[in-house]
């Protein structure tokens, strides 16, 4: 395992990976809660969470979008991936973790704001934003497992990258593009911050 400058190993896993994984499925149960919520309140949550483009006050969506989906069939689809990518995004630690998070959800949640031409809601920014990261993050830090692992990554999941292009006009590709720029940066960021000496 290639090493950092100050002698810690850069590490393809959690360093504490059943503290990830709880962080990881309390997360993802948050999202089922909020939708439970929001179908009893018949679509008030998301309609006040979403994120309206150019609006001064659809800014607010921007912090509360991706916690919000509209359906059960739209929550499912997004959960194994955030589940899964959101795990090994946590390799860094959890400070790291939200770090780069809150890079993806900014990043992606002020794209759509700029640029979408209608209100956006769900988590696949964040998605696509951590897929980015853990694909991206071993060639800026130089490391052979992280490599390893974005290319068994691509090899199962690359497909969803398609969906950064515009295709279906029910699905926010301005989101998926933003989110994954979103990763690229955050990918950026930790490798200039691990070859720093401490």
Do not use: C
């Amino acid at each position: 395992m290639t090493a950092l400058p100050d002698g810690r190993p850069a590490r393809v896993l959690p360093p504490a990976p059943v503290r990830a994984a709880v962080i990881m499925l309390v997360f993802t149960a948050a999202l089922y809660v909020f939708e439970a919520v929001d179908q009893a309140s018949g679509g008030m949550v998301e309609s006040a969470a979403a994120i309206y483009p150019r609006s001064t006050e659809g800014l607010t969506g921007v912090l509360t979008a991706p916690l919000v989906h509209d359906d059960w069939a739209h929550l499912a689809a997004n959960s194994l991936p955030f589940l899964i990518f959101g795990f090994l995004a946590m390799s860094g630690g959890p400070v790291q973790w939200f770090a780069v998070t809150a890079t993806i959800w900014l990043v992606s949640g002020l794209g759509v704001w700029l640029v979408s031409p209608a209100p956006v809601i769900g988590a696949s920014g964040i998605v696509f934003g951590w897929f980015l990261f853990l694909l991206v993050r071993g060639f800026y830090a130089r490391n052979g497992r992280q490599i390893l692992l974005a290319l068994v990554l691509f090899l199962f999941y690359g497909s969803i990258l398609w969906g950064v292009l515009p295709s279906d006009p029910s699905v926010s590709w301005q989101g998926h593009l933003f989110g994954a720029v979103g990763g690229v940066v955050a990918a950026y960021w930790v490798a200039k911050a691990d070859r720093l000496p401490s």
